[in-house]
């Protein structure tokens, strides 16, 4: 059984700095790729950045640059760490895992993952970015 749950969301300036952390149980990371999406008020859910088990990353072109993806397997974590963040940047954000072949390419390709391919999500973490 898969269970992700996220922390390190809160309020910052424009310009700030914040890490989230998504930790992950029952997940192969073999054979799993991992994503960070957001959903804003009235938004569809976005894909922010991925992972995938064989080393690839894929980022939103909005946040290229910016966010930084990583995991920690001996720790069972996911991060995501925001730098030079944006009033834009305002959301809920989730971590999701899967291993759908779909899910993994988008990621290998560089790009940001899908949230339709993933089937495993956490309850999210709120960041507010203040002008």
């Known amino acids: 059984q898969v269970q992700l749950v996220e922390s390190g969301g809160g309020s910052v300036q424009s310009g700030g700095s914040l890490r989230l952390s998504c930790a992950v149980s029952g997940v192969s990371y073999r054979s799993y790729c991992m994503g960070w999406f957001r959903q804003a008020p009235g938004k569809e859910r976005e894909g922010v950045a991925g992972?995938?088990?064989?080393?690839?990353?894929g980022y939103a072109d909005s946040v290229r640059g910016r966010f930084t993806i990583s995991q920690d397997n001996a720790k069972n974590t996911l991060y995501l760490q925001m730098n030079s963040l944006k009033p834009e940047d305002t959301a809920m954000y989730f971590c999701a895992a899967d291993d759908d072949p779909l899910a993994r390419l988008q990621i290998q390709l560089g790009i940001e993952p899908d949230p339709a391919d993933f089937g495993n999500w956490g309850q999210g973490t709120q960041v507010t970015v203040s002008s």
């Open positions: 992972i995938d088990s064989d080393g690839s990353i």
